[in-house]
């Protein structure tokens, strides 16, 4: 019995009886199914949105469960060797996703099955199905847990089950009692769907949960199918995995021993104990990809932490130019069937290697050197593969890829006597470019470019290498150019597995020089212009894209405090410049080169002024002539006053 937590970036579980076949969904979205036994690619599913609903929980059907009605209507009657088949063979894979759906997928057809819906609005966390109905348990980030009818595909009870999010389910060996677990562990009574038990101890969302006994312990009482048992429990960020006992008394909700590890588990495999005397073994893969074993007798309390009797570690053997050896983390572990053994998976999640390692608990500590290089390098079968070479004529015509519009002859392959070994002579001058691509009837000027600088096709391909392999000198040749078209165009044509990653390199190259920066806005403006729509699909965008927000707010934040620095700098190196440029100005000489005297104004001048000289003599001559003629008035008005008058001398003489 596997329990697998949901690590980051991939989920798997092993098929149960005898772990026959490997299911992984790794970050791409991609449910793969792997044969343990000859490690190949049993099966391949896409689903149609698994970009925005990538796949968060797994869960094989029980051994012996049949297939839901199929939707194509009624199928003719199997033979008996297709039903023997089928019975070998499991059926069903319930695959949770992240927009609350689950799909069901059938590994006998190897398509889907059907898909639930209506359940959940949220994320589905796990999935569990029964031992005995054909009734599949899901719980999500909504807080609730529904309880499924596989055959018409529709929610048969939905109840709440905490009061935060429900992150892992388990059913009781007799399949009448259910474990739940958000931050507290709930047991709930299957018919009534009322808590039975409550356990509290893990300080974070428990991440897997696992019946370890199917019997009671202790044999003197009757055993009612859950009391007794113990199970097992691992918690997100938590080094410890605790060990919980079902008890008659509702007092005792601590747990009764713990298993110490050195990071969070990941994938947890164990044997399940059926009598008193026989020890429960347990596989835990962590977080920092080793393995450790456990093998204890569940006992009772036990105060202090048992730590592992073994650990295993893989590790590259360190040849080829690198006498470093690197770990290679292991993805999950299994015990088999005769529990002397393990199947051990290790590697990348696209291409994960599986292994059968015996047991040999003698040594606390076992490190595996493998060469993964030559281990992957593993040939796709042939059966697998639903790639069909159509049958063509000497008339048919084939478009040659990544130049539209050209078209090139096809050429009827030769049969095995005809070939022969095309090795170039010492000598011998080979064909160029211009020829090659001239027997391709490809018109060559079309091809070429002016400036024979790549075209937008080349530099999506480049950035996406560059990201893959984190080249830095083909990230510079790529980001660093300064063309808007260019940028829109290779943005658009890019794969959208490459957008975050290319956001990533961004983000971190904004940190650098101003230069820099400015520069890498622009992509930032190509990509969220031109794929806003499927950054928004994205169920983990905010803490994908946490950084790059700070780091913009806090760069607008000091843009007003800049704005005034350089407006007040502005100001003092124009004063500056200007008090300059008025020093280097020398004095003008203010005395004139040239003075022009014009004669005639000189003569009309001088008429002028005799005139008026004349003028005023006249003036002055009738003034004098007034004033003599008032003085002689004045006189005479005297006299009269005075009595005098002017006699003649004849008047006087005769008075006398």
């Not at 429960?280 to 309390?301: M, P, S, T, W």
């Not at 006699?647 to 003489?653: A, C, G, K, R, T």
């Amino acid at each position: 019995m596997a329990a697998a937590a949901a690590p980051v970036g991939a989920v798997c579980s092993f098929s149960p009886r005898d772990c026959r076949f490997f299911a992984i969904s790794g970050s791409d979205g991609r449910l793969r199914v792997w044969e343990t036994a000859s490690s190949r690619l049993q099966h391949e599913y896409v689903p149609s949105a698994h970009l925005s609903a990538a796949c968060t929980c797994l869960a094989w059907a029980p051994p012996g469960e049949r297939q839901p009605p199929s939707k194509d209507g009624p199928q003719r009657k199997k033979r008996k060797s297709e039903v023997a088949e089928v019975d070998r063979q499991l059926d069903i894979l319930a695959v949770g996703t992240a927009v609350g759906s689950i799909l069901l997928y059938s590994t006998v057809k190897g398509e889907l099955q059907s898909k639930l819906d209506g359940g959940h609005d949220s994320r589905v966390n796990c999935v569990r199905w029964h031992q005995d109905t054909c009734c599949l348990y899901s719980c999500s980030e909504d807080k609730h847990i529904v309880e499924w009818n596989t055959q018409t595909c529709k929610v048969k009870c939905k109840w709440k089950g905490d009061n935060s999010s429900v992150t892992s389910l388990c059913i009781s060996p007799d399949g009448k009692m259910l474990l739940s677990a958000g931050r507290t562990i709930k047991l709930w009574d299957l018919e009534t769907k009322e808590v039975y038990r409550h356990f509290t101890g893990h300080a974070t969302s428990v991440s897997s949960l696992t019946f370890t006994t199917v019997k009671a312990m202790n044999e003197n009482k009757p055993f009612d199918g859950i009391t007794g048992l113990y199970f097992l429990s691992g918690a997100i960020h938590d080094r410890l995995l605790s060990v919980w006992q079902v008890r008659s008394d509702r007092k005792e909700k601590n747990a009764v021993m713990s298993f110490t590890v050195t990071d969070e588990p990941i994938f947890i495999d164990l044997t399940v104990s059926e009598v008193k005397e026989e020890p429960v073994k347990l596989a835990v893969v962590c977080r920092d990809g080793q393995l450790h074993l456990f093998e204890h007798i569940l006992n009772g309390y036990c105060k202090k932490p048992l730590t592992s009797n073994c650990t295993i570690q893989i590790a590259t053997p360190g040849n080829d130019g690198d006498s470093t050896p690197k770990p290679v983390p292991i993805l999950a572990a299994a015990f088999c069937s005769d529990k002397q053994s393990l199947l051990l998976v290790y590697g990348n999640t696209l291409q994960p290697i599986i292994e059968k390692v015996s047991l040999n608990t003698v040594e606390s500590h076992i490190c595996l050197i493998r060469d993964i290089q030559k281990v992957l390098s593993l040939k796709t079968d042939v059966a697998l593969t639903k790639v069909k070479t159509p049958v063509v004529n000497s008339d048919a015509k084939v478009l040659v890829p990544g130049i539209p519009g050209h078209s090139t002859a096809v050429k009827t392959p030769a049969s095995g006597k005809e070939k022969k070994k095309n090795k170039r002579k010492p000598g011998e001058t080979g064909e160029s470019i211009e020829e090659r691509l001239e027997a391709l009837d490809i018109d060559v000027s079309k091809v070429k470019t002016p400036s024979g600088l790549p075209q937008t096709d080349s530099f999506a391909v480049l950035l996406v290498q560059g990201l893959e392999s984190n080249d830095a000198e083909i990230l510079n040749r790529v980001l660093n150019t300064r063309k808007d078209n260019v940028i829109k165009n290779t943005v658009s044509r890019m794969p959208m597995h490459a957008v975050i990653p290319l956001l990533h390199e961004l983000t971190k190259r904004l940190q650098g020089n101003p230069y820099s920066a400015s520069l890498m806005v622009r992509w930032l403006k190509s990509v969220f212009t031109i794929h806003a729509s499927y950054l928004s699909t994205l169920p983990d965008l905010i803490p994908q894209l946490g950084m790059l927000y700070q780091l913009m707010e806090s760069r607008v934040k000091t843009l007003q405090k800049l704005s005034r620095l350089h407006g007040r700098l502005f100001i003092l190196v124009t004063q500056v410049a200007a008090s300059e440029a008025v020093q280097d100005v020398s004095e003008m000489n203010q005395t004139a080169k040239l003075v022009y005297e014009d004669e005639s104004s000189e003569e009309e001048g001088s008429d002028d002024e005799m005139i008026a000289d004349k003028e005023s003599d006249e003036n002055w001559d009738e003034d004098e002539e007034k004033e003599e003629q008032s003085d002689e008035q004045d006189m005479t008005v005297e006299k009269e006053i005075n009595g005098d008058s002017d006699l003649e001398p004849e008047n006087e003489s005769e008075e006398e």
